[in-house]
DNA sequence: CACCTCGCACGAACAGTGTTCGTCAGACGA
DNA sequence: TCGTCTGACGAACACTGTTCGTGCGAGGTG
């Protein structure tokens, strides 16, 4: 078992990687003389991997192949896979703006913040997963928390139910999408597992009504949630549990 | 993945295993004659492996170790190992009891099952990230499901509201329960990564005050929580947003 | 009783994963 | 000119999920 590939007929996928990375630098006139890699590079490289194939196509094999040199080589820059993942998450949470803290408008602040890692996150599919793993202790993170706590300080409310509502949106936010991506994941490929809407309201249709009474008697409400509606009612939710008291109130 | 081995010269992690099997077998003396694989036999052998060594380790070869055969002869009562992951929070989801639906107390018998399915959650270290990624379909989470808005609906709760709140309850669950058991994963082998109250806490005393000005001021409620403390918090925020109103109102 | 099928068990292998070891080339200081 | 030293990297290791082909034992049929 020692050396299969005598590399002429078949080629790993690597291989195939490295050759259609090839093709985009223009065939060795002026540039491509030179490689440095570098962590810019690697984290670049390793998002347009994710943008177009998904989290789970983030190898450390394709990132290389893709930088056109082996594994191995990585490893001068990044400690591990899981620090690469973390660097992404960091850059991501770095795109998303915080607004100047406005009291009358805390809560819209807030959303908006969350919708902006969303839509974040949900550009990369499956990157979420990385964002659950990660514990938010990156720089970027924590501007982002800082960002949300004082929103939520000068609005009024007290300290602590602040960070924990913080702690929960954070958390629901990387949850959601996750979900989201496993579902639009599903429903490109002909994998089964998670089923759309209506696939999902058919199945709920074939319960014994029995045994399952308010099931079947509440399809329509369990199955629907357009776009992001679900995502809006629980943050609402969760920061309407809040009270904003006068400012600066313990 | 690092290889550490403390076991035998050189022998591989499966044949360790198997090794270990094999001892809790009486040795030949009656039993041990025969192994119908059964997917009972298989969801118990892989519970115990969660159980003792997290879900990272639940791998084919390590549960066919365990029932002292080979990976392949799973595969004949077992699809996939999504498959095998979803049946495993199955049979979680089918241990917790549904109560009978109180109008009075409906917010703690919602609190109720959370918990319970958190703590089932909790037993089995790392399972939750099945949980994330299968989506809520089979039986028993549906029955869950159906308990779950039974309650909420004989509270008087409108059903859009009640359908979207079960399912961000169970992401939360799910998702607290990840984050918890990576939490405690870390503590307890020598990795990094996730570091614990203390830790963090220090590491926000670090932080310059003047771009983190609302960190550092809260740094006691950013790093408390006791216990359950942050979950009963989010659910009860999430429940509260929810206007019981008069039973079967609109 | 002989035969034949059929389903379960299983050994071996394949493709792919993260990670490490040892080497090698080139830049940089003495 | 001669070390030294660091980044790049080929090869390998220990894993992972999954499949293919084989064999074996049980059950039905002539």
Redesign the interface.
């Known amino acids: 078992m020692a050396n299969r590939r005598a590399p002429g007929r078949d080629e790993t996928r690597d291989e195939w990687a490295a050759k259609i990375a090839a093709l985009s630098e223009p065939s060795g006139t002026e540039r491509a003389e030179k490689a440095p890699i570098t962590v810019g590079r690697i984290m670049s490289a390793a998002f347009e991997l994710v943008e177009s194939e998904g989290f789970e196509a983030l190898t450390m094999r394709r990132v290389a192949a893709a930088l056109r040199t082996g594994p191995a080589s990585l490893y001068a820059h990044v400690r591990n896979k899981?620090e690469l993942d973390e660097l992404l998450i960091s850059d991501l949470c770095a795109r998303v703006p915080v607004p100047v803290p406005d009291p009358e408008r805390w809560t819209e602040q807030m959303l908006d913040i969350c919708r902006a890692l969303r839509d974040e996150y949900l550009r990369y599919p499956g990157i979420s997963r990385a964002a659950?793993?990660?514990?938010p202790?990156s720089l970027d993170a924590?501007?982002l928390?800082?960002g949300m706590?004082?929103v939520l300080?000068t609005a009024g409310v007290a300290?602590?139910?602040?960070?924990?509502?913080i702690?929960?949106a954070f958390?629901?936010v990387?949850?959601?999408c996750?979900?989201a991506s496993?579902?639009h994941h599903a429903e490109s490929g002909v994998d089964q597992?998670?089923?759309d809407r209506d696939a999902?309201a058919e199945?709920y249709r074939m319960?014994p009504s029995d045994?399952?009474?308010?099931?079947v008697a509440?399809i329509y409400?369990?199955t629907?949630?357009e776009e992001h509606?679900?995502f809006e009612?629980?943050l609402?939710?969760?920061l309407?549990?809040?009270t904003p008291g006068p400012p600066r109130a313990s």
Do not use: M
């Not at 045994?211 to 099931?215: D, E, G, L, N, V």
């Open positions: 899981a659950l793993a990660a514990a202790n924590l501007r928390s800082e706590l004082t300080l300290p602590q139910p602040a960070a924990w509502a702690d929960a958390l629901y990387s949850a959601y996750f979900e496993l579902r597992r998670v089923l999902l199945r319960l045994t399952f009474p308010s099931t509440h409400e369990l629907s949630g509606e679900r009612f629980t609402r939710a969760l309407g549990g809040l």
